[in-house]
């Protein structure tokens, strides 16, 4: 898809750089204490989210696939602007996610 020469990927690729940027701005923090008492709302929504994917019968073993395919692509776009700390917060964010999505998981 393209208009005017800007491509959809190239959208994504400057997402996640203005992310990354974003992230580097505020690496002392953790994540997703940035959200402050959306925090809840957040967990909520990934809660069902979870639920609809247990119904979907996606296993909790795929979570971890993700996450890794998830810090290739990054680095593979990003390269040498995806720095180790960038990593580190991308890492938290995808486990904090993913362990909310999970806890459909857990439940009877």
Request: with cysteine.
């Amino acid at each position: 898809m393209s208009c005017c020469g800007y491509t959809f990927l190239s959208f994504l690729v400057d997402i996640f750089i203005l992310i990354n940027d974003f992230l580097l701005l505020f690496s002392q923090d953790t994540s997703l204490q940035m959200l402050g008492p959306d925090i809840e709302l957040l967990t909520e929504i990934n809660h069902d989210l979870g639920v609809r994917h247990v119904r979907y019968g996606v296993q909790p073993e795929m979570y971890k696939f993700m996450g890794e395919a998830l810090i290739y692509a990054l680095d593979k776009v990003l390269g040498k602007d995806f720095k180790p700390e960038i990593r580190e917060a991308w890492n938290q964010i995808y486990t904090e996610l993913a362990d909310d999505i999970l806890s459909a998981y857990t439940v009877n």
